[in-house]
């Protein structure tokens, strides 16, 4: 082996080499919020897969003498809703739907978007410049109009919420992924994989997808909360998921009349989007931060 | 005379700088460049920047496509007579940039085993060829094999580099600036591991590079580029020592040296390097030029063969007041 | 500078046309019979055709497209088929109200954010800073519609302060700038107010930040530039990229106000989609999407020249 005075140099600093990720990891865990953050959101996503065994009632079970049953009521720890519902059970249960509805469409546009990105980005010419002028037509809309536009057109029900959710969120996920592709495709390891005769399919599995997905999930889990709050807004309007579904946003909805009564029932629906909605906004944050560090 | 085993014939490259219609910016990047290679050679090729190197040095390894003219293998012009991917296995490239040419999410073993496993050798194979590579360029392969990009030194990273060339077992490697970015030791370390490499393989370079001492170590003829063009181009002794071009000159003369007998006093050239977007009409290098005259704004010099394969595009080689 | 303006005025035709196509669209893809809201179910088919015939869904799609377009063109919106009248007069008084809300939580949200913002980034990593922070995480990140809600659960139930819903006592069309009516701006204002505001504080933040940061900064204050000199200096170089971030969410809360304008029953263009959606009125809900849509379009296209004009280096080739 040749000795060179690099070599030496290094032998003074030999460690085990580490991946990439493994280091991402390392720097998430030192962030206390982050963590806290991650904890909360697991708990979260505990809960909603667990419900039927944790809540303590049926949340379609509701018994109208209860209704509007202030919170502490004997029985019925967080109160009974409008048809005399236990508000605990249906709290529960509704992560299912709220977490389901925040999650899936951010997902399967993660999965549209990116592809249509970085086929746009790795591409590029007319097929980038055509795609992304396509989605600026989409991108022209604000999302909260465009998912209620959608939405409303469609009519009401889960499969059109998520429908709508997944069209709002594809061009903002394609456009990152167009970017982060063609910072990338201009690197001197694309074109040396390049001159060596490697297909473009190839190049873009062995060496654009794994600097390229890492970025473009981070902000796609941005959206998760985003989602959320959409979903339980579109429940909230009347479209979306229906009663009577448990989901936070139609509780906040069918609820709104009993501000009157018992607001700070009425109110506890909204307590979990938020509480969902920040934990999983600290969350992607804290992963931002994590992989954003320069070598 | 034998066949060059790379030739490049009159190639052309502009590149769109924005503006439509009568306002379109082209940059004229590589303006009819032509030269040959022979086996076993090392063509210098020098030059400031803008002038066209780097994009002479993609279009020689097929990453750009010329706007006109064409690349032969060893007479066979790739594409129509030669397939790509063959073409590929023959002639590789080593980049400036030595951590911008590794895939960060890649060991280095996984790196040089790239190659190899594109055209066809199973994955072991490949694996093995790639640690008997990483030792050859002086990294033990059971330390460097498993680390990352971001792990090695710039000189260390530029050695993977060079193993991953090698591992197509190519005829010719192009040199991008391969040194220019490392510590000046490095730099020696890394132009010895070459050279020896040279010699061993009996590999043909094209080493493109700014700075001239390290060209005239390295090299047996030397082309040098102005704007797009090929000013001058010949054995690397006779270019330094009778150079035929004025800017040949000028770029010899600038070249810093410790002797104090070699003061310059005046700066050798004058001016800013033109816009390749406007260049001069005539020669372009008229307009910083000290010896220009009558022709020089007006007709664009024609290459002039000085004999031995010295050829100059200059008209005071071609005018008959030229004094030796 | 003038043809980089050029450029982009005339590039906003087709992603104009791209979204009226898009608002076309969307009334085409609902299911059911566009027709069923108007007529009665025992309709002879001759009266259902005629019908058709005049609302013009017996053509093919691209010739109603053009027919629309046209009409739309000329401010012809077609008629609400709940009301009867035209939708481009229900908009236009809509619009005027949202208008007020939508500036008012405008201009609240982006002073408070802006402050927020520029202390947490002078005073880096300090209390302050964490404090703002937290303030501006918890605006991004609370459901807008919830939180108002609990305003008024707080001001208007609990407390009594503030009405809880509607524009005051004109009604939709009479707005005075007086306390009578602002009271019932207040609540619905600050509540639209709250994601802006974080959104322009984590912005504001971070250019702040970065701006101090850079070398020529330490370069003034070793001149001894008085910290007002670099404050100024800050300023102008943040400009640029908050104004943008500050039209973008104007643009957002004049298309996004739907929610909070259901929440206190707000007589804006939001409320107005909502009834549409309700009564599944196509030709209302068409009609407000593409004036909300067309609004951010123009929008954006403003926020673009602003922002080269203050800092050219912006200009794409």
């Known amino acids: 082996m040749a000795v060179t005075a690099d070599s030496i140099a290094q032998l003074a600093t030999v460690e085990k080499s580490r991946g990439y990720w493994r280091s991402v990891g390392a720097r998430f865990l030192r962030d206390k919020v982050a963590v806290c953050a991650g904890l909360v959101a697991a708990g979260l996503i505990l809960m909603a897969i667990f419900a039927p065994w944790i809540a303590p009632a049926d949340p379609l079970d509701g018994s109208m003498i209860k209704r509007l049953s202030p919170i502490g009521t004997e029985g019925y720890p967080l109160g009974a809703d409008e048809l005399g519902r236990d508000m605990l059970s249906r709290l529960i249960h509704g992560a299912r739907l709220s977490l389901f509805m925040g999650v899936v469409p951010v997902l399967i546009a993660f999965a549209i978007g990116g592809a249509i990105g970085i086929a746009a980005g790795y591409l590029g010419g007319w097929v980038n410049t055509i795609t992304m002028r396509v989605l600026d037509v989409l ?45 990338v495709r201009k690197l001197e390891y694309i074109e040396a994989a390049q001159a060596s005769g490697a297909s473009s399919l190839r190049i873009v599995r062995d060496h654009v997808l794994g600097n390229v997905l890492g970025p473009i999930f981070v902000y796609a889990t941005s959206l998760i909360s985003v989602s959320m709050i959409l979903a339980a807004g579109l429940s909230f309007l009347g479209l979306g998921v229906s009663p009577p579904n448990a989901e936070w946003g139609l509780m906040l909805n069918t609820l709104r009349n009993a501000i009157y009564v018992q607001p700070w029932l009425a109110a506890l629906p909204g307590v979990m989007i938020f509480l969902t909605s920040i934990s999983f906004n600290m969350l992607s944050d804290g992963l931002r931060s994590a992989m954003d560090v320069k070598q | 005379m034998k066949t060059p085993i790379l030739s490049a014939h009159n190639l052309v490259k502009h590149f769109n700088a924005g503006g439509f219609g009568a306002a379109r910016k082209v940059v004229r990047a590589v303006d009819d460049v032509s030269f040959e290679l022979a086996r076993g050679e090392t063509l210098g090729v020098v030059g400031e920047s803008g002038c066209g190197k780097s994009t002479t040095a993609r279009l020689l390894v097929q990453l750009l496509t010329p706007d006109s003219g064409g690349v032969r293998y060893d007479g066979k012009v790739v594409g129509p007579d030669m397939p790509l991917r063959a073409f590929r296995s ?101 132009l010895n591991l070459l050279m020896d490499l040279r010699r061993e393989r009996g590999l043909t370079y094209v080493f493109i590079s700014h700075d001239l001492n390290v060209v005239r170590h390295i090299s047996d003829r030397v082309m040098v580029m102005y704007l797009g063009e090929v000013a001058e181009i010949g054995p690397a002794e006779r270019l330094y020592s009778e150079p035929r071009h004025p800017y040949t000159e000028a770029l010899l003369a600038a070249m810093p040296s410790l002797d104090p007998d070699r003061r310059t006093l005046e700066a050798p050239l004058a001016g800013d390097p033109p816009n390749p977007i406007d260049p001069p009409p005539g020669c372009r290098f008229h307009t910083r030029c000290a010896s220009a005259f009558g022709p020089c704004a007006s007709k664009v010099p024609a290459p002039h063969s000085l004999g031995g394969g010295h050829v100059a595009a200059c008209h005071l080689n071609s005018s008959k007041e030229h004094a030796a | 500078m003038i043809s980089f303006i050029l450029r982009r005025v005339v590039y906003t035709v087709p992603i104009m046309l791209g979204v009226s196509l898009v608002c076309f669209a969307l009334v085409h893809i609902s299911p059911g019979d566009p027709l069923v809201s108007i007529l009665p179910p025992d309709a002879s088919v001759e009266l259902q055709e005629q019908m058709m015939a005049i609302y013009g869904f017996d053509r093919s799609y691209p010739e109603q497209f053009m027919r629309w377009l046209g009409l739309a063109v000329q401010g012809d919106l077609g008629n609400s088929i709940a009301t009867g009248r035209p939708v481009a007069t229900e908009v236009f008084n809509a619009v005027g109200n949202t208008l007020i809300l939508a500036v008012t939580a405008t201009i609240i949200g982006f002073t408070l954010g802006g402050l927020f913002g520029f202390v947490a980034g002078y005073f880096r990593d300090s209390w302050i800073d964490k404090l703002a922070t937290a303030i501006s995480v918890i605006g991004v990140s609370v459901p807008h519609y919830w939180l108002g809600m609990v305003m008024v659960i707080i001001f208007s139930v609990e407390l009594r302060w503030l009405p809880a819903t509607g524009a005051g006592p004109g009604g939709s069309s009479q707005w005075v700038w007086d306390w009578e009516h602002m009271q019932y701006l207040i609540l619905p204002a600050i509540t639209m107010s709250v994601i802006p505001m974080g959104i322009v504080a984590r912005t504001v933040r971070a250019l702040v930040a970065d701006i101090l940061q850079q070398e020529f900064v330490a370069g003034l204050r070793a001149k001894g530039l008085l910290d007002r000199g670099v404050l100024a200096h800050v300023i102008k170089n943040a400009a640029p990229t908050a104004l943008a971030v500050m039209g973008l969410q104007l643009g957002y809360l004049l298309g996004g106000s739907i929610l909070i304008e259901t929440v206190f029953s707000w007589p804006g263009t939001g409320f107005l989609l909502g009834q549409a959606i309700f009564q599944r009125d196509l030709p209302l809900l068409q009609g407000t999407i593409l004036v909300l849509a067309m609004f951010f379009v123009i929008l954006n296209l403003l926020v673009d020249v602003a922002q080269t004009a203050l800092d050219p280096r912006l200009q794409r080739g």
């Open chain 2, 90 to 190: 023959k002639v590789q490239m080593v980049f400036q940039d030595s951590f911008a040419s590794l895939n960060p999410r890649m060991t280095m073993i996984d790196a040089v085993a790239f190659g190899p496993s594109v055209h066809g050798v199973p994955k072991a194979e490949a694996r093995r060829k790639a640690q008997g590579l990483l030792e050859r360029v002086g990294l033990d392969p059971a330390r460097f094999g498993g680390r990352y990009a971001h792990e090695l030194s710039g000189g260390q990273r530029q050695r993977v580099n060079i193993a991953r060339a090698l591992a197509f077992d190519p005829q010719v490697i192009v040199l991008d600036e391969a040194v220019s970015a490392l510590d000046k030791s490095v730099e020696a370390q890394v």
């Open chain 1, 139 to 183: 991108y022209a809309f604000p999302s909260v109009l465009l998912a209620i536009a959608i939405s409303g057109a469609l009519g009401a029900g889960i499969l059109n919420g998520l429908l709508s959710l997944t069209v709002v969120f594809i061009p903002p996920i394609a456009r990152v992924a167009e970017s982060v592709t063609t910072s």
